[in-house]
């Protein structure tokens, strides 16, 4: 090898011993916070699971608490905080009140329930609803379903018109709510009874060709 080359090679040595001397702390420093992030989003990512286990783990024992009608079972599913399991706990609890004739508790209950799932908040307002129109609230149940539009909440909604004497109003829904379901539903024949007693009937479904 020629000594130009020799120097060369020297030269570029030293130039990349020099820029070491000069970015080496901000060069160890970068790789020990890759290092420390790394580490954090697995401590962060490890932590949520563990969070996750020890709430289903609280839910199931919640359950539980309700079944064996435990007199402290609203406190524990109170304790689950906002979480789908304290919805999903709290709709058990209420029904677990209903078969004990416990309906003002069972109200109380459901209404305590603010989920951000759209559809566990229909089954919630489903099942109040009912519960008022029982409990000759009929009105408050209707304005609890002013803009529901499943076909379970419109059955509803005609039972609480019904309820009312809002009979037109009632065929209204009851049909709307057919019109939602399939025409093999086990729902229909119940929502079908429910028009007729209203003073409707129910469209013949068209046959396929």
Do not use: C
């Given at each position: 090898?020629?000594?130009?080359?020799?120097?060369?090679?020297?030269?570029?040595?030293?130039?990349?011993?020099?820029?070491?001397?000069?970015?080496?702390?901000?060069l160890i420093g970068g790789i020990v916070l890759g290092l420390a992030a790394i580490g954090g989003w697995k401590w962060w990512e490890h932590r949520g699971?563990?969070?996750q286990l020890e709430l289903s783990n609280q839910y199931q024992a919640t359950?539980?608490?309700?079944k064996a009608?435990?007199?402290?079972?609203?406190?524990?599913?109170?304790?689950?905080?906002?979480?789908?399991?304290?919805?999903l706990a709290a709709l058990e609890l209420a029904r677990s009140q209903v078969d004990a004739?416990?309906?003002d508790a069972a109200i109380a209950?459901?209404?305590?329930?603010?989920?951000?799932?759209?559809?566990?908040?229909?089954?919630?307002?489903?099942?109040?609803?009912?519960?008022?129109?029982?409990?000759?609230?009929?009105d408050a149940a209707l304005k609890l379903?002013?803009?529901?539009?499943?076909a379970g909440a419109m059955e509803v909604r005609g039972d609480a018109q019904f309820a009312l004497g809002q009979l037109e109003q009632a065929r209204a829904s009851y049909s709307q709510a057919l019109a939602k379901l399939d025409v093999?539903?086990?729902?229909?024949?119940?929502?079908?009874?429910?028009?007729?007693?209203?003073?409707?009937?129910?469209?013949?479904?068209?046959?396929?060709?």
């Amino acid at each position: 090898m020629a000594i130009d080359d020799l120097l060369d090679e020297h030269e570029q040595s030293e130039r990349v011993l020099q820029w070491l001397r000069n970015n080496g702390a901000g060069l160890i420093g970068g790789i020990v916070l890759g290092l420390a992030a790394i580490g954090g989003w697995k401590w962060w990512e490890h932590r949520g699971e563990q969070t996750q286990l020890e709430l289903s783990n609280q839910y199931q024992a919640t359950l539980d608490a309700i079944k064996a009608k435990d007199k402290n079972a609203p406190a524990k599913v109170k304790a689950l905080a906002d979480s789908t399991y304290h919805d999903l706990a709290a709709l058990e609890l209420a029904r677990s009140q209903v078969d004990a004739r416990q309906n003002d508790a069972a109200i109380a209950t459901l209404r305590a329930i603010r989920s951000s799932d759209p559809a566990i908040t229909d089954v919630v307002n489903q099942r109040l609803a009912r519960l008022l129109i029982e409990a000759k609230q009929a009105d408050a149940a209707l304005k609890l379903l002013a803009n529901a539009s499943s076909a379970g909440a419109m059955e509803v909604r005609g039972d609480a018109q019904f309820a009312l004497g809002q009979l037109e109003q009632a065929r209204a829904s009851y049909s709307q709510a057919l019109a939602k379901l399939d025409v093999a539903s086990q729902q229909r024949r119940v929502i079908e009874l429910k028009l007729n007693q209203a003073g409707g009937a129910p469209a013949t479904p068209e046959a396929k060709s």
